[in-house]
């Protein structure tokens, strides 16, 4: 299978790093600072003999480092594109968003003082709602995985970006170690909380006043924010977001192609290799490593039925016998509206899949029964394909499952299926005119 291969020097780790560090400092994660601490604190409350008050920091860095794991587990759970693990999530998606946003909701109701939970509190000695909670390692992994949730629409430009990168790596351990280094900048600032969270409670307590208004500006988030989690209304927002972020990430594996030749390489039958700028100097690692590729056992496309911008079904088996050419895409990502037309020229140029090569595109349009889809509603998907022009059929896939049986995490992700109907190939992200010439050809070759 052809795949994009990144080549990652020591300044794009660097990048990595520092989106995750950034991403901590986002208006979702800053203003919830004191109620991650006071809830992590927990129970570890002591108060020496000359009244001063003091944390176990040893409890709460423990604490600390189980909220960070959860929150590690969740994004790493996002890289898992094809794992059963990644799988698992990804078909129920939905419920574990859904008990997050209720989760996340009675939190921030109880940050309000509208519950008062016995088993949340030991006492009340002060006003504000930092009293001692029942923390203990297994909550705190829950909450870090919670709240992973609910940041999606801020961290969700860097990290889509991250993503995007590491589905088009060299090898699955190197796109892990992508994700691996951008959790790491994002969790940081955690650890040094847990480290220092008695001489950040004491600061607290001594700004009571300002501090009130924090938490319940916090508790007011977190409702928001849970509101949010269960109707749905984050997937628009990062959706939108993730344009931007698309863009980041795209133009990062832009950067790379210039630089290395090797980016995306093209396999045939007889192992031979011939990458899109014709680079003769292929060392024999290389060769194995394709070779090895080409070992692994086919995968059958999942077959579909959907109805075009036209009117018409497509079922994809009915196109066994010639190579499919399968784009998902949003109206609202920049780097689908750059390759589209490319995409169209290919339609037009292949006879308006009346030959061996037939295109598709793949849209998820909103409705009032699935508010939580990718694009617009059809309606707009239409008339954004009207008005740019693009003739070329677009099915849509308006309950979603076409989406979560290829398990499409970014946009745009374009599909090869070869003239048995197995999947020859994917790539994340944009392309070029000559990359979709040359997958073509190559998916068509694969099979002779």
């Not at 509190?121 to 203990?136: A, F, G, M």
């Not at 390489?265 to 070779?291: A, G, L, P, R, Y």
Request: with cysteine; glycine share 8%; aromatic share 14%.
């Amino acid at each position: 299978m052809f795949e994009n291969i990144i080549s990652l020097n020591g300044v794009s780790f660097i990048l990595v790093f520092l989106e995750g560090v950034i991403s901590f400092f986002s208006p979702c994660v800053i203003p919830l600072i004191p109620v991650y601490i006071s809830y992590l604190a927990g129970n570890t409350r002591s108060e020496g003999e000359d009244g001063s008050i003091s944390y176990s920091r040893k409890k709460v860095f423990l604490h600390t480092v189980c909220f960070v794991l959860g929150i590690s587990f969740a994004f790493f759970i996002l890289g898992m594109t094809f794992s059963a693990l990644g799988t698992f999530f990804n078909r129920n998606q939905m419920i574990f968003t859904k008990a997050g946003g209720i989760l996340i909701l009675i939190l921030g109701l109880f940050q309000l003082g509208v519950f008062d939970f016995k088993f949340l509190q030991r006492e009340r000695r002060i006003h504000l709602p930092l009293s001692e909670k029942e923390v203990n390692p297994f909550i705190a992994f829950i909450m870090g995985f919670t709240f992973s949730f609910a940041w999606t629409p801020c961290v969700g430009p860097a990290l889509s970006s991250v993503l995007i990168l590491a589905s088009g790596a060299k090898s699955s351990e190197l796109g892990y170690l992508l994700v691996l280094l951008y959790t790491i900048g994002f969790i940081i600032p955690f650890l040094a909380l847990g480290l220092f969270t008695t001489q950040a409670l004491n600061f607290i307590k001594k700004n009571k006043k300002l501090v009130r208004y924090a938490i319940k500006t916090g508790g007011i988030i977190l409702i928001i924010m849970g509101i949010m989690t269960f109707t749905g209304w984050m997937n628009g927002i990062s959706g939108y977001l993730n344009n931007y972020g698309n863009s980041t990430g795209q133009e990062k594996i832009d950067s790379e192609s210039k630089k290395d030749s090797k980016d995306i390489i093209v396999e045939d039958d007889d192992n031979t290799k011939e990458d899109t700028s014709s680079k003769e100097d292929q060392t024999d690692e290389n060769v194995q490593e394709d070779e090895n590729r080409l070992d692994k056992e086919k995968i059958p496309a999942i077959d579909f039925t959907l109805k075009d911008q036209y009117g018409k079904e497509h079922t994809l088996s009915d196109y066994k016998g010639k190579v499919v050419f399968l784009n998902f895409w949003a109206s609202w990502c920049g780097p689908c509206r750059e390759e589209m037309p490319h995409i169209e020229e290919l339609y037009k140029e292949y006879n308006y899949n009346q030959e061996d090569v037939v295109i598709i595109g793949v849209a998820n349009p909103r409705s009032n029964q699935y508010p939580n889809n990718a694009d617009e509603d059809m309606a707009t998907v239409k008339k954004f394909l009207e008005d740019e022009e693009l003739t070329f059929p677009v099915v849509f896939d308006e309950t979603g499952e076409v989406f979560q049986s290829y398990y499409i995490n970014s946009f745009p992700t374009t599909f090869m299926i070869d003239k048995e109907g197995n999947v020859y190939g994917y790539a994340p992200g944009k392309l070029t005119k000559d990359i979709m010439e040359n997958i073509i050809n190559e998916t068509m070759n694969s099979t002779k």
